[in-house]
């Protein structure tokens, strides 16, 4: 990424409202959405891959502080800062932005980075982000319809598994 294009998302990421977070949230971070652009970050500056543990936590959690908070998904740093993501725990955001205004910001994001705008990578397997819709009270059909579509190890699993179905019909 070029020094103007990094300049401007700097200055982008520090006009976004704060947050005087307490670490009480831990337990939010989990299943998430972020930019190709992020993935290849915290790729680079963490050694590993953004991906969730078996009991659905971020993988970037230590002592249940971000081990990568200077370079946090957008979407992370949204937490309490928007009508859609309060802060259960009663932080106070320096601005609280509306649902629109929010999902508008990480529209502006993605662009900033030179990303699609809807080419989001999660840190989570399918059935991971199924199960975390199906916690978050989201009814099974449309949390089915909400999945991004397979890679291309899931893809070959369920097409084995489909084999191996007709197989023993």
Excluded: W
């Excluded at 294009?5 to 976004?16: A, E, G, V």
């Amino acid at each position: 990424m070029n020094r103007k294009r990094q300049s401007k998302i700097k200055k982008f990421l520090d006009n976004q409202p704060t947050v005087a977070c307490r670490g009480l949230c831990h337990g939010s971070c989990t299943v998430i959405g972020m930019t190709p652009t992020e993935f290849v970050q915290l790729t680079r500056v963490s050694g590993k891959e953004p991906k969730v543990t078996p009991d659905m936590k971020c993988n970037y959690l230590v002592d249940n502080r971000c081990s990568v908070y200077e370079y946090r998904p957008m979407v992370c740093r949204q937490f309490g800062t928007t009508e859609r993501l309060p802060c259960p725990y009663g932080c106070v955001p320096s601005r609280l932005m509306t649902e629109v205004e929010g999902y508008e910001q990480l529209r502006k994001f993605s662009e900033l980075c030179g990303d699609d705008p809807y080419a989001v990578k999660y840190n989570g397997t399918r059935k991971q982000i199924y199960d975390n819709y199906i916690a978050e009270g989201i009814p099974a059909d449309i949390a089915q319809s909400m999945l991004p579509p397979l890679n291309h190890e899931e893809n070959q699993e369920l097409c084995e598994s489909i084999i191996n179905q007709m197989r023993k019909s």
